[in-house]
């Protein structure tokens, strides 16, 4: 295992970490979607630079060629001149122009094919970090229905085991209930079959007849007082 591969593994080791330590799943893929812009930004900047860096590169080559058109020019009238040495004095610096110019071609080349190798990088990227926000929102909606079935379910259990209480205090009372509905029938049949008597239901005072015969002497005395006194004034009216 090379370096590179070892150094992988232990950045993935260390990313699992963290992704367990986390609490949320929906935090954990907002945050590599938004490392993953991050990066894609940071590309764009490369590809920029290298663009700018080539233009560069192509500004200075129109310049060195204007120049080589100027350097013929010079040399074909420093002939006519008869002034051979500026004219060889020109197509000397004309060549030396070229020579930088072929080397500016060659950068120029080198700089348009890492131009277009870091392009296709981020067409795939792109493309990559698309797919993956795709798949991160159907993951989210997933995480979020389980999450509110498991709550659902819980609160289901918990009503169950709220219920089975329930239920068992409802036992306990029905029974409590029956055994003193059975114990005030076990009652009356015991009354009924006269090994219990109700004394209340035939007691009578002892001084019933007593008062009865009092009230009796009363009401004659008042009918016989009345009769006396009904019958003097009846006399009285008669003399």
């Not at 129109?62 to 040399?75: D, G």
């Not at 190798?117 to 993951?139: G, H, M, N, P």
């Not at 209930?177 to 009354?191: F, G, I, P, V, Y």
């Amino acid at each position: 295992m090379g370096l590179i591969d070892r150094l992988s593994t232990i950045f993935r080791a260390k990313a699992n970490k963290i992704v367990d330590g986390l609490e949320d799943p929906k935090e954990i893929l907002d945050y590599s979607f938004e490392r993953q812009g991050e990066i894609m930004n940071k590309l764009r900047q490369d590809i920029a630079k290298v663009v700018t860096a080539k233009k560069q590169l192509e500004i200075q080559k129109a310049k060195l060629i204007a120049n080589i058109s100027t350097l013929e020019l010079q040399a074909r009238g420093a002939l006519k001149n008869n002034r051979e040495d500026l004219a060889r004095l020109g197509l000397e610096r004309k060549q030396a122009i070229q020579l930088e110019v072929q080397n500016l071609d060659k950068q120029i080349a080198d700089i348009q094919g890492e131009q277009t190798k870091l392009e296709d990088t981020e067409r795939r990227l792109a493309s990559k970090v698309e797919q993956f926000k795709t798949q991160k929102e159907i993951i989210k909606a997933k995480y979020s229905s389980a999450e509110a079935q498991v709550k659902i379910k819980e609160s289901i259990t918990g009503l169950s085991e709220e219920m089975s209480d329930i239920g068992m205090s409802l036992s306990r009372a029905e029974e409590k209930t029956n055994n003193l509905q059975a114990k005030a029938q076990a009652l009356d049949e015991l009354m009924n079959s006269g090994v219990l008597t109700d004394y209340t239901a035939s007691y009578e005072s002892p001084h019933g007849d007593l008062a009865a015969e009092l009230e009796k002497s009363s009401i004659s005395k008042a009918v016989d007082e009345e009769l006396s006194k009904m019958k003097a004034e009846q006399q009285g009216d008669i003399i």
